[in-house]
């Protein structure tokens, strides 16, 4: 899939998930107040929530896949970065204003009984996010987009988080008396929430400290390296993540003898090698040591 074809692809799924998220929040919402419920409404905020991530993927996908330029040497790959860490910030505000909310409710009076619609319409979210999820994070890997795989992992945990919103609305109708299930319930869904905050932040931190490669990776260019016609050895190789793209730099040992032009060769002929390996490289920085310099 070309760059093109992946930031249309990325545009599309995205802004059906926009759609499919609004309409999911505007039947959770209608149906939690309707249905007085509470963890209903806290699921809707969070489907709402989706819709600010599916909004900052598109606008994010129409900049990253740019070429570098004069004032961005290496491209425009950290965009995608920022919005990931975009979408983590806002799993994060969106478990603690559940919590929030539901603590609040604790201090009030008993609730009526919610209705039958929210549990109708907790229901249905379930079944649509668990197909965005799944059809979302398909497209996103195939189009090689972390952030349209971090807003897939969005969809599924607005799937589970209304799990317990579920069991807790169903709890609370059939056993009026339990009415603090629904708040207990809405605070379930914010652990949820905060452990997808996690899976996402975690690695786009990471990146932003500019973390290296993982080991097998780093083995695996060392060996294609070494492999190359000429390199005798291959030292001092460091890498950093710049989005979903990896940059390189290497030491590479050569005979003494041979001249300059083919020093120069065979360093092309690494980072031709290494560019065209499945490792997503986009760029690699070849210094030439002649062999007597090891001794």
Avoid at 55 to 68: E, F, M, N, Q
Avoid at 124 to 132: D, G, M, Q, R
Avoid at 212 to 219: G, I, K, N, R
Wanted: overall charge negative; charged content about 15%.
């Amino acid at each position: 899939m070309t760059a093109q074809d992946a930031t249309q692809t990325v545009r599309r799924v995205t802004a059906l998930g926009l759609a499919a998220n609004l309409a999911l929040s505007g039947l959770k919402f209608a149906a939690g107040l309707m249905g007085n419920s509470q963890a209903v409404v806290a699921d809707a905020v969070h489907s709402l929530s989706d819709t600010i991530s599916d909004v900052a993927v598109i606008v994010g996908s129409l900049y990253w896949h740019k070429p570098a330029d004069h004032d961005h040497h290496y491209g425009h790959r950290r965009i995608e970065t920022f919005v990931t860490l975009f979408v983590g910030a806002m799993l994060l505000a969106a478990a603690a204003g559940i919590v929030r909310q539901a603590v609040i409710s604790f201090q009030g009076a008993p609730p009526g009984p919610p209705g039958p619609i929210a549990i109708a319409a907790t229901f249905v979210s379930i079944v649509a996010k668990e197909f965005l999820y799944r059809w979302t994070k398909r497209v996103g890997q195939q189009a090689g987009s972390q952030a349209m795989v971090a807003n897939a992992w969005h969809h599924r945990t607005d799937a589970f988080s209304s799990i317990p919103a579920l069991a807790a609305v169903t709890g609370s109708y059939f056993f009026p008396a339990c009415w603090f299930l629904d708040g207990a319930g809405a605070i379930v869904v914010s652990f949820f929430i905060l452990y997808a905050a996690y899976g996402i932040l975690r690695p786009v931190i990471h990146e932003l400290l500019d973390a290296s490669a993982p080991p097998e990776v780093l083995s695996r260019i060392q060996k294609v390296s070494e492999e190359t016609e000429g390199v005798l050895q291959v030292h001092k190789l460091r890498s950093r993540l710049c989005g979903t793209e990896l940059h390189l730099d290497m030491h590479v040992v050569v005979n003494g003898d041979i001249s300059v032009s083919k020093g120069h060769d065979i360093a092309e002929e690494v980072k031709e090698r290494l560019m065209n390996e499945d490792l997503n490289v986009s760029d690699v920085v070849v210094h030439i040591d002649p062999a007597e310099r090891m001794k």
